[in-house]
C-alpha cells in the first residue's frame, strides 16, 4: 500500500468533519473573512475524543490496510 494511504491518514477523517460541518453553512457565506472565521470555529469545536478515538483506531487501520493488500478499505 502507498505511504500516502488515506486509511491511514487521521487527518483525512478531520477534514471529512470539517466538510460535513461546513457544507451546512458555507452556501450562505459569501465573504472570505466570514469562511476563514467559520472554519477556525469547527475546527476549535473539534472534541479531544475524537481525537483519542482517531488515535486509537490506529491498530484496527492498520490490519485493515494490511488485510486489504492494495485494496479500499472501510476507513
Sequence with gaps: WPPQSLD??????????METELGETFGWIKDIEVIIRVVKAIWDSI??????????????RLKA???????ATAY
Design 8 to 17: 491511514l491518514n487521521l487527518i483525512e477523517a478531520l477534514w471529512g468533519d
Design 47 to 60: 472534541e479531544i475524543s475524537r481525537l483519542d478515538g482517531l488515535i486509537r483506531s490506529m491498530p484496527e
Design 65 to 71: 490496510v494490511i488485510a486489504a493488500g492494495s485494496l
